[in-house]
């Protein structure tokens, strides 16, 4: 993609699934992201395909997650509709992604670049990061468990994300290492009150999952009237 290329619609699914539609709709999945009191802070803004429940896109290899970052991209902040309302929008990336899109189409003043975890730091990505800070966006660590890439981009992140379920896998190590350097601390997968209770104490700043808002599906029109390339 050059830097006047603007971000495809992307869609996986066999056609049989999508028959049911005249069109097959443009998708994005949406969840909020909300202090310890449910104050609405933001989104993170996911894959979502027609014929697809629940497209855990952050299992798949890294080409089709790069193209289902350029899909959520194009369909967030490029078909006309306003779906974040001015508030903080996080959006998955891949290191790969970061280097070889030079512009990442959407606004550094809103847009929170969250780095999955499969990502392996070296030191362009490392000039890449500080580039893109540069420029206004903030930086995720997604699924943190402090591996050696993640704490290697830790001195640059903005906010670190741990899903509360690897706090009681690898103990809370995981969260004093994240913290500090006025870094925000995000769990993830919250899905009870005596999880947010335990979560709170422990210092987080905001909360996302089950227990405030399950993840939306939004159907965007297509601003070119295509629904998707391939």
Not at 147 to 153: D, G, I, K, N, V
Not at 154 to 175: M, S
Request: glycine share 8%.
């Amino acid at each position: 993609m050059t830097a006047s290329d603007t971000p495809r619609l992307w869609h996986w699914t066999h056609p049989e699934a999508v028959a049911q539609y005249s069109t097959v709709p443009t998708l994005v999945g949406r969840q909020g992201i909300y202090t310890p009191g449910g104050e609405l802070c933001g989104y993170e803004l996911l894959f979502r395909a027609a014929g697809l429940k629940g497209a855990c896109a952050d299992l798949w290899e890294a080409e089709g997650q790069d193209l289902a970052t350029e899909h959520v991209i194009a369909a967030a902040f490029h078909q006309g509709a306003d779906i974040t309302h001015g508030r903080d929008a996080s959006v998955n990336f891949t290191g790969n992604y970061l280097l070889t899109h030079q512009d990442l189409h959407c606004d550094p003043a809103t847009v929170i670049i969250e780095i999955v975890e499969s990502t392996t730091v070296h030191a362009l990505l490392v000039d890449r990061v500080l580039e893109l800070r540069d420029q206004g966006f903030r930086i995720a660590l997604d699924d943190f468990t402090a591996t050696e890439s993640q704490c290697e981009l830790l001195p640059h992140a903005d906010f670190v994300k741990i899903d509360q379920r690897d706090i009681a896998r690898h103990g809370p190590e995981i969260v004093e290492r994240a913290r500090g350097n006025g870094r925000r601390l995000v769990a993830e997968c919250v899905e009870t009150p005596s999880e947010l209770r335990a979560l709170t104490a422990l210092g987080f700043d905001q909360i996302q999952g089950h227990l405030f808002e399950r993840a939306e599906v939004l159907s965007i029109p297509s601003r070119d009237g295509r629904a998707f390339r391939r």
